[in-house]
């Protein structure tokens, strides 16, 4: 027998305002036809004034216990992912562990950008199947609207605000491919790639949050070439091959590439969860917003095997492999 760290719940949260393409028309010389092709993105959702990560953390991980049946003390250990927190400290985590009313277990942030969500999961894997937490409430959250340089059409389009949540359970497992729960995870970060994707300030370097700054063709060619071996190493990991595959769960920053890495894996599109059309790239949140997503719409059932993969600053990339 082996643990499984098993997802027992998923939720998401978008924030009310939708920012279709075409608003940036009227700024930039961009066009609603140039971002739908280079990248998929129709709409993506911005945070209101006053709203922050924690408040759209807060309404996702209630889903998330809500879909689980779980109360805020059933959990014992709160990780999320973010690199966009309201504060330098405390963690996002911690304020949204008061916010849920979680008082007992230990909350802690994970910032490995768009890769956080990843890095998260295989943090509660570790900390599940080592026997130190048992419920671990994993969220991806960001307000990345926070640091877009409005002026600068690279970018400014492609990004979106955003929560997902999902409530991982301990659970005795025989020990082989057809366990429910993370089968395996991959996990590599790259710092020679940092000015590929990086934010030009911070609290110890200029004393301001900074804005993102992108090098998107450097980026592509190292996402397209890094996901399909991340992907297929943790299904190696796990004994299992990309056709046993149901599901996979890409990070959602541009179709294009996850057109190529579904092509790289042999996967029709058929079995690809897409929502970069409706949210944007919203970094950590992406993958646990396009799970939430892709089981409301009946995609992602019990017993099916879900790949999930994700590349972002960094460099910092990986994969789990999971029975959800
Ligand atoms: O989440 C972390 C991971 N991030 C990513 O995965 C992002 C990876 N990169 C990408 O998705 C793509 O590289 C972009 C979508 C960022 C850019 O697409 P591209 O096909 O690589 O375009 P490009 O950067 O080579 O730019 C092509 C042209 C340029 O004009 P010139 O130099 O050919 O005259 C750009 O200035 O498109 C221009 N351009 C735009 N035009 C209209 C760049 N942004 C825009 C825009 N509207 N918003």
New binding site residues.
Partial sequence: MITRAVVRGVGHYLPERVVPNSE?EKT????DE??RS??GIERRHFAAEGEYTSDLALKAAQRALADAGLEADDLDTLILATSTPDYTFPSVATQVQAALGMTRGFAFDVQA??AGFIYALSNADALIRSGQSRRVLVIGAETFSRIMDWSD???C??FGDGAGAVVLEAAEGAGNINDRGILSTDLHSDGRHREA?YVDGGVSRTGTAGHLR?Q??E??RH?VEKLAATAERALAKAGLESADLDWVVP?Q??L??IRATATKLGLPMERVVVTVQDHG?T?AA?IPLAMSVGKAEGKLKQGDLVLAE????GLAWGAVVLRW
């Fill in positions: 940036f930039l010389e961009t066009s140039w971002i280079r990248t950008v768009c059409r690279s970018t389009v492609l994707l992108m998107g063709k980026v592509f996402a990070h920053a541009n294009r590439i790239n970094s992406s994700a590349i972002g600053g």
